[in-house]
């Protein structure tokens, strides 16, 4: 099965900060590599997928990149309603795994 | 708009089997590449797959939890529903059903229905 890894685990930033969170396969999952945000009490929503393809209605100020086993997701100016948890997903293979996701919040 | 919605018991005691519905709303279960996923959430924690089903009826399980999972459709009623026996406190959770894009290789999860929570105890 192959594992997901995110780092760091959380991070505080101000608005118009930018953001970066890394993301890495316990083997090369090519660009089968999806992004989530996920509000408290909410569902996740998709950000991004195949590594850097941007979902539909979503702000482009979200972008995606990496190929084999690393991955980053980064947010150009951060905005009051980005303050989430964020994970990764592989979808290279059954069973998929989630990264255990990194959670941005106010400095 | 495709819309998803779980419904089932909030509660199930230990060592019965917890049965969840997803009924999908705006779309045709049977139109279209899409697998149709469980995927679930203990409080506080990261997000688990458990399994998905194609409309063809086949399906893939997590080994975490095949030997007690069954996944299954109903076209007839835009359903599919999640199974999962013996449980124990540790599947205390928030089950999330979800729709995978599955075309031109691309694989990833576009709706997700609210979750519903499911907490195993006496």
């Known amino acids: 099965d192959i594992q997901m890894t995110q780092s760091p685990s959380s991070l505080s930033a101000s608005v118009g900060d930018r953001v970066t969170i890394t993301c890495r396969a316990s083997?090369?999952?090519?660009?089968?590599l999806n992004w989530y945000q996920q509000k408290p009490g909410k569902a996740p929503k998709l950000l991004i997928y195949?590594?850097?393809s941007l979902q539909s209605g979503v702000p482009s100020r979200f972008s995606g990149s990496g190929s084999g086993t690393d991955f980053t997701l980064t947010i150009s100016s951060l905005q009051p309603e980005d303050f989430a948890t964020y994970y990764c997903?592989?979808?290279?293979?059954?069973?998929?795994?989630f990264g255990p996701g990194t959670k941005v919040d106010i400095k | 708009q495709v819309q998803l919605q779980e419904s089932g018991p909030g509660l199930v005691k230990p060592s019965q089997t917890l049965s969840l519905t997803c009924t999908v709303s705006?779309?045709?279960?049977?139109?279209?590449?899409?697998?149709w996923s469980w995927i679930r959430q203990p409080a506080g924690k990261g997000l688990e797959w458990i399994g998905r089903?194609?409309?063809?009826?086949?399906?893939n399980y997590n080994p975490s939890l095949k030997s007690r999972v069954t996944i299954s459709v109903d076209t007839s009623k835009n359903q599919f529903s999640l199974k999962l026996s013996s449980v124990t406190a540790a599947d205390t959770a928030v089950y999330y059903c979800?729709?995978?894009?599955?075309?031109?290789?691309?694989?990833?999860?576009?709706?997700w229905g609210q979750g519903t929570l499911v907490t195993v105890s006496s």
């Open positions: 997903q592989q979808s290279y293979s059954t069973p998929y795994d």
């Open positions: 979800a729709r995978e894009w599955e075309f031109s290789d691309l694989y990833y999860f576009d709706y």
């Open positions: 195949a590594a850097s």
């Open positions: 083997q090369s999952i090519s660009s089968y």
């Open positions: 705006g779309g045709s279960i049977s139109s279209g590449s899409y697998y």
């Open positions: 089903i194609y409309t063809s009826g086949s399906t």
